[in-house]
């Protein structure tokens, strides 16, 4: 979203928040309804989103029925990879709406059609690889999730706020890598506490499994508090 | 930028891009009669833009009067890294013009005003970092760089095909973390030409200086083309 091109542009970027939210809200009841819980995940490009599902998936087959959606500007890749799971999964091509470079409420109303509600406690939805415009889109989501690889660097909450604002839980994922990077792990962590004092914090790697047993008690526990547990 | 909420919007969006595509003109223009070659650098966020530019500039300094301008969304850290290279660096925070996730031709005019450009024989534009929207915004440059870390991933291109589209050189950064990651770089290599078959790629590392010399002798050849060296 641009914002920075005088009064009349402001007005529709605003009417097309409102628009969004209005929808946003109706696909929070309608998930409250069908008690289904939705975590949006947000990150930039190549942060591990769908490596992280990929390893998240599995771990859920014993206790939710998960489903997921997907967007991307291009290619259905993402939902490809997650199907492989043996979950459903839902692609939104965003070059089909002129390379739109967020999810917005309108277009996961659609796609969560396609789905059986009935077999989904659990709904991802992967965002486009974005740090900046996804976060101003609600989409009526139980709980944002923002994935920031640890080879981004540690200053990154504060040149990209409103993502990390806006967040539930800071996933700091690829921490296998660490030890191969300048990077200093206390300062990122404080970074993101400046954005967001009360944000959930975890630091993970899908391909070594640490702290993913962290990952998988934050889910049980948001299920739990959302009243939207089926076991 | 989102094109996918009806016609008014999309007149809006054309409307907004026309107005980029003038000022553009107008920044070419005075580009070229400073005789400065400007290069506008992409890439997602932490992809190594600004490390790059670290490594890039001491190597410039026996040939080329450097300028750099910085977009970010929030903190003024990348320009502070920057000028403690020794040369003028303008920040753009874009936060203040609502939090756009790129720059646009008329933001870089201004802070193009703040430069000193009979110093200047190269300007480097790092733009915010965002693989989507900086692509649709010509800013005047002579030519744009994508940066794509390998941790990023060998789907990339094929992912966010229009920066790759529009770019003249691809830049595979952080090349030292491929023995660490489970990247297939013949993979990534084909997906940019996939995207854009024309497209100049290197292979580098700001950090350990592998392919740096290739980086310079394609900076040296476009001075040279551009007909913008004065050495």
């Not at 009841?29 to 069908?34: I, L, Q, S």
């Not at 008690?35 to 995940?41: A, F, G, P, T």
């Not at 920031?148 to 409103?162: F, I, M, Q, R």
Request: one cysteine or more; aromatic letters at 4%; a negative charge.
């Amino acid at each position: 979203m641009t914002r920075n091109d005088g009064p009349q542009k402001v007005d529709i970027v605003t009417r097309v928040l409102a628009a969004n939210d209005r929808i946003a809200l109706e696909n929070r009841k309608r998930f409250a309804a069908d008690s289904v819980m939705v975590i949006d995940i947000m990150g930039s490009p190549g942060s591990g989103k769908t490596s992280l599902l990929e390893a998240t998936i599995p771990r859920l087959k014993e206790t939710s029925g998960t489903g997921v959606i997907v967007g991307d500007i291009a290619t259905a890749r993402d939902a490809w990879r997650i199907a492989l799971q043996g979950v459903p999964a839902i692609q939104i091509v965003t070059e089909n709406f002129g390379g739109a470079c967020h999810l917005e409420a309108g277009t996961v109303a659609e796609a969560y059609g396609k789905l059986d509600a009935s077999a989904i406690d659990l709904l991802f939805i992967e965002n486009v690889g974005n740090l900046v415009c996804p976060a101003e889109f609600d989409l009526g989501q139980d709980a944002r999730v923002v994935v920031l690889s640890v080879t981004e660097g540690e200053d990154k909450p504060l040149k990209y706020p409103l993502a990390f604002h806006e967040a539930d839980l800071v996933l700091i994922s690829k921490c296998d890598l660490v030890p191969y990077l300048d990077i200093d792990m206390d300062s990122l962590l404080e970074n993101v506490c400046e954005v967001n004092p009360r944000v959930d914090k975890m630091v993970l790697s899908a391909k070594s499994g640490q702290g993913m047993d962290d990952w998988m008690a934050w889910l049980a526990a948001r299920m739990k508090m959302s009243g939207k547990m089926t076991s």
